[in-house]
């Protein structure tokens, strides 16, 4: 069975930075891309992160130039690197595994980013 | 990177069908058939039903089916069952390795 666990949420003030992991298992994790994806509290779901599986990487808008995607495939780990951290970005932060028609087959059960002061 | 626009809610009867719309634009559904639907009930997280326009996912009701025609897809639930109350996200291919939601559409079981 596919699983993927996420860690790391956390409070973080406003500029600060956050690193979120994310554990698979059940699958070859180096064979697959990655996705990240995150909803603010009441609303919608909003793509932001993909990594491919020879590791190439791209971004939202919203969050390009503030957020860095990576994986250890020897850890068989995922990780989002979170700076300059806005208000906006408060959501929970779902990862998922990619397939190659750009769907994602399996979500994580999502990790809460709370920016506050 | 639009969303994509769907309407924020649909109500069905039990055993009714409902139907979900999805617009997009030429950049994203009306250049791909790279369409996927999940389902997302309260506090959970997001599961796939439909991937590729119109194929189910695996464990999905032969009740879900997906469309597509042009700029637009759609969602069907037919035999509408009270569990299937729950939100809807679209979600399109919009080249260049990135993907689009839509905005989500709550489904109320009456």
């Known amino acids: 069975e596919v699983q993927l666990v996420e860690s790391g949420g956390d409070l973080v003030q406003p500029g600060g930075s956050l690193r979120l992991s994310c554990a698979p298992a059940?699958?070859?994790?180096?064979?697959?891309?990655m996705y990240w994806v995150r909803q603010a509290p009441g609303k919608g779901l909003e793509w932001i992160s993909y990594?491919?599986?020879?590791?190439?990487?791209f971004y939202a808008d919203s969050v390009r130039g503030r957020f860095t995607v990576s994986r250890d495939d020897v850890k068989s780990s995922l990780y989002l690197h979170m700076n300059n951290l806005r208000r906006e970005d408060t959501a929970v932060y779902y990862c998922?595994?990619?397939?190659?028609?750009?769907?994602?087959?399996?979500w994580g059960q999502g990790t809460l980013v709370t920016v506050s002061s | 990177q639009s969303a994509l626009t769907q309407p924020p809610s649909v109500s069905g009867s039990p055993g009714q069908s409902i139907t979900i719309s999805c617009t997009g634009t030429?950049?994203?559904?009306?250049?791909?058939?790279?369409v996927s639907w999940h389902q997302q009930h309260p506090g959970k997280a997001p599961k796939l039903i439909i991937y590729?326009?119109?194929q189910r996912a695996s464990g999905s009701s032969v009740r879900f089916s997906g469309s597509k025609s042009g700029n637009t897809a759609s969602l069907t639930i037919s035999g509408l069952q009270t569990d299937d109350e729950a939100d809807y996200y679209c979600?399109?291919?919009?080249?260049?390795?990135?993907?689009?939601f839509g905005g989500g559409t709550k489904l109320t079981v009456l």
């Open positions: 998922a595994r990619g397939r190659a028609s750009f769907y994602f087959d399996s």
């Open positions: 059940g699958f070859t994790f180096k064979n697959y891309g």
């Open positions: 990594i491919t599986a020879d590791g190439k990487t």
């Open positions: 030429r950049g994203d559904i009306g250049s791909y058939n790279f």
């Open positions: 590729e326009v119109n």
């Open positions: 979600c399109s291919y919009a080249g260049g390795s990135t993907v689009v």
